[in-house]
């Protein structure tokens, strides 16, 4: 068994906050904001719409075509989708860079 810094994750994950549009059935269509991304998947941060563990949902994400997912788990403020298929690492790379947010404590001015 190989160990890696990503804990059991295939993909390591890149802290975004990103806009996105999430459609659940042809009609059923909503704004989600993205917390990180992968090759594997996303989460869904702060949504006020109510997921179901196996559901299939469909994301639009920047610049690229819809994505298909299935939601694999649930906290009260997040949720976690896995991609059906993955996406490009180029890609991740280019939306980690465009949207990525510092994680960490805050920096202090000096005055």
Known sequence: ???NDNGD?????RTVLLQARCRKTRWHVFPVELGDISQGGCSIVGSSESFACGEHVQLRVAHLKPIEAEV???????VGV??????????????????SIAV?????ASG
């Open 82 to 99: 896995e991609f059906r298929t993955a996406l490009k690492a180029s890609v991740i790379e280019e939306l980690g860079e465009t949207y």
């Open 9 to 13: 994750r295939l993909n390591a994950r």
């Open 104 to 108: 960490g404590p805050a920096s202090q």
């Open 1 to 3: 068994m190989q160990d």
């Open 72 to 78: 694999r788990w649930l906290l009260p403020d997040k």
